[in-house]
Every structure is written in C-alpha cells, then in structure tokens.
C-alpha cells in the first residue's frame, strides 16, 4: 500500500467496474509503484556505496595526476582514451589475507593501449596492479632477462642487448619512449573492486569536460560481486569456527550514473564476457538497452583471443583472426582498435547529439 498512487481515481464502491477488473488493476497499480520504488533503490546504489566504502589510500594523488592530465590533453584537442584493464579483486577482510580473484591477465587491455597510441589518442591506463602493461607485456616472466648479454665482469662491466633480440626491443622501446617522453600515457592502478570505482568515477568526473573526444574503453573484468566493508571482518577468517559462509552482495551497476552523469558526451565502449554463446549477443543487446551506450564488444571467454562481436543496437559483426593471422602474429586487439577508432569517429562527425 506504501506504492499506491494516492492519485489513482478508480475505486470498487464506484461500481464502474467488477471484483476481478478491482483486483487486477490494484495488483497493477502496486507493482508499478513497487517497481519504481525498486529502481529508485537501485539507482541509488551506487551512491550508497561511495558512501559505505573508503577511497584507497592513494586516491587524492591519482585524482591530481588525471586531472592534469586531462586538463592538458583537453587543451591541446587531442583524443582521450580510458582504458580499464585485469580483474579486480574481492577482499575477505579488511585486513586482507584471502580475496576473491578471476582469470583477467590484462591482455586485451595492454594490447589496446598500444594500439590507441598509434592512432594519435592519449591514454588513461587504469590496470590491476600486477597485471599486464602496455610494451612490458612483450618481455614477461624470463624473456627480458633472455636478451640481455653481460660483458667483461669486473669494475668496467657493460650490458648490451643481444644482437638477434635488437630488432625485437628496438621498435617496442621506441613507441615506449615516444608515448613516455610525450606524456601521453597516465598509469592509474587499482587492486580491490572498491578501488576500481573510486578511481573510475575520478576519472570520468576528469574527462567529462573533454565530451566526445573521449573514448571510455571498459575492458576490466569486474567483479559483479562484493563483501560490503561492514560486513567484512577485520581479521583473517580463522578455520577453528568451522567452514566460512561468505555471503557476497551485488555491485552496483556503474555504467548508469557513468553514461548518464558522469560522461554523458564520451563515446563509451564496455565489454560483454559470457562463456555460453547462447547468451552473447543478447547479454550484450540487453546492456546497450539498459545503459544507453553506443557499443558493446561482446567476447566468449574460451575464444577471446580470435573473436569477439561489436554489437550496437541494431547491429552486430564480428571480428574473427583466422589461424594464419595469429601465427604471423597479427592480435585481435589491432583490429578492435581500429575498428572502435572508425566509429568513434563517425561518432565525432554525425552522432554526438
Ligand atoms: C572483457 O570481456 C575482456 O575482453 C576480457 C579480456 C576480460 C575477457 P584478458 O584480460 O581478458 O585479455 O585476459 N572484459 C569485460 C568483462 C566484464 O566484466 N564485463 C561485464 C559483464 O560481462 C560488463 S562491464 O557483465
């Protein structure tokens, strides 16, 4: 009855119309004003989580650092890309010995942010710690170590890069250091779930000023879950009190307030992870739908590497390496990019408004 619309005019006693027409019509009316009340609560989710949970220690510098950033970029009328990359982390305990993880290795992210580079954007990497960065991403694990060569060990030891890896590291340090020396890559790094939206609204609330030059590229693989901060204990769960029950919440859907407030002109491209093709690009249209952006890159996680579908609102292709391709070294990345820069473009010409 708390949902009744005090506005509604029908009423039984009226005798306009039967007992099963009152009842439906009250069941209607309750639901509707039911289901308003819950999006209510919904869309305020999100604040109430900014509200429960602390930013990470180093937020005010990550805040300063983006908006330079932005602010210097936006001057000079360049394009922006934010790109979000690896998984985040769900603590068990505030003071964390166990958290929840996934599979992210940051891939598609590092990937992209080259490729962004090469086509004139600046970029805002913002990555799980320890995951993988853009040009360091080709030398992982024992590779880099592999190319170096030690002369003349003593007092006047040298180290020189072995004579087969120069033309490997030669073309890679130099997009490094153009990107580096020209300032136009800002790393941003994040650990937990709760660190990624503190730092993702920073961000958006930096580049909103740069309305459709910007290009929010969401490739991070979030957790849809959480332990909210008060219902976290402080220390390491002991195993004397029997086996834990750990009951995870839901995380707010950020992409609402992000596409609606926070940047309403930026060209915002998320990604669609399934593992049931059934489900892809429906998943995919649903959130489009949803949330109102322009393009969901919908990705099953099995084949990830080799396709993925651009799915809009009334469209859908997809992009497939061939084996041939990807032996010759060719990464889906390249295209992605490419083809995300074409419709931003577009976007910047006709579709802004
Ligand atoms: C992706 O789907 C990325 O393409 C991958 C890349 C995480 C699969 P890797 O880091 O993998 O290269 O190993 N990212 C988005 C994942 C996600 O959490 N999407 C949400 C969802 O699917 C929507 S925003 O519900």
């Not at 166990?98 to 970029?123: I, P, W």
Request: charged share 25%; proline share 5%.
């Amino acid at each position: 009855l708390a949902f009744r619309n005090p506005d509604v005019q029908w009423s039984r006693a009226s005798g306009e119309i039967s007992n099963e027409e009152f009842r439906t019509k009250q069941y209607k009316e309750s639901t509707r004003y039911r289901t308003r009340a819950i999006r209510f609560k919904m869309a305020s989710h999100w604040e109430d989580f900014y509200s429960q949970h602390l930013p990470p220690s180093d937020f005010e510098d990550n805040r300063t650092l983006l908006k330079e950033f932005c602010e210097r970029h936006n001057k000079a009328g360049e394009r922006i890309a934010l790109i979000t990359s690896g998984g985040t982390t769900v603590p068990l305990e505030h003071n964390t010995v166990r958290f929840v993880d996934n599979f992210s290795a940051g891939t598609r992210g590092a990937a992209s942010a080259e490729y962004f580079l090469d086509h004139g954007y600046v970029v805002i990497f913002m990555f799980r710690l320890k995951s993988l960065e853009p040009f360091t991403r080709h030398f992982n694990g024992q590779k880099f170590m592999d190319m170096l060569e030690l002369n003349d060990r003593g007092p006047n030891t040298t180290i020189t890069v072995k004579p087969d890896s120069v033309d490997i590291l030669a073309p890679i340090l130099a997009r490094y250091q153009a990107a580096q020396e020209g300032g136009r890559i800002l790393y941003i790094n994040f650990t937990t779930v709760q660190d990624y939206f503190w730092l993702l609204r920073a961000a958006c609330e930096c580049l909103g000023p740069c309305g459709p030059k910007a290009v929010l590229y969401l490739a991070a693989a979030v957790s849809d879950f959480y332990i909210p901060s008060n219902e976290m204990p402080t220390h390491k769960i002991q195993s004397d009190g029997g086996p834990p029950i750990i009951n995870l919440q839901l995380v707010p859907k950020l992409l609402a307030p992000l596409v609606n407030l926070w940047v309403p002109q930026a060209y915002v491209v998320s990604f669609k992870l399934e593992t049931d093709e059934n489900l892809l690009v429906a998943k995919a249209r649903d959130a489009l739908k949803k949330y109102k952006h322009k393009l969901v890159i919908a990705n099953l996680l099995q084949t990830r590497r080799h396709r993925v579908v651009f799915v809009t609102i009334d469209s859908s292709f997809e992009i497939v390496l061939t084996r041939e391709q990807m032996l010759s070294g060719i990464e889906i990345e390249d295209v992605i990019v490419s083809n995300v820069v074409l419709h931003h473009t577009d976007f910047i010409q006709h579709d802004q408004y």
